[in-house]
């Protein structure tokens, strides 16, 4: 069973930016994809962004343009590049291993505020 880690998430100011890391105990070439989801306060999770094994991204419209999704395979890490970041962006963010099985860390905490 694979265990994926995040880190990487703090205080930041509006316009700010800060990068995530995702480190998985196994090879994350055993899932379809690796994804970023975050959820704020009182509201549901939200898919963030996508890396397929091939390196394809896909982004929420949310995001798109500020914010870039990467891997490196040979140290089993997934990492999200959060650049212009705005006080919506504050959330808790996760780690997801898309499945099926899906499988999730239990996430890094981000805020942007002044």
């Known amino acids: 069973q694979v265990q994926l880690v995040e880190s990487g998430g703090g205080l930041v100011q509006p316009g700010g930016s800060l990068r995530l890391s995702c480190a998985a105990s196994g090879s994350i070439f055993s899932f379809n994809g690796m994804g970023w989801y975050r959820q704020a306060p009182g509201k549901q999770r939200d898919w963030v962004a996508i890396?397929?094994?091939?390196?394809?991204?896909n982004y929420a419209d949310s995001v798109k343009g500020r914010f870039t999704i990467s891997r490196d395979n040979a140290k089993n890490s997934v990492y999200l590049q959060m650049n212009s970041l705005k006080p919506e962006d504050t959330a808790f963010y996760y780690c997801n291993g898309a499945g099926p099985p899906d499988y999730w860390g239990r996430g890094t905490q981000v805020n942007v505020s002044s």
């Open positions: 890396i397929t094994r091939t390196g394809r991204t």
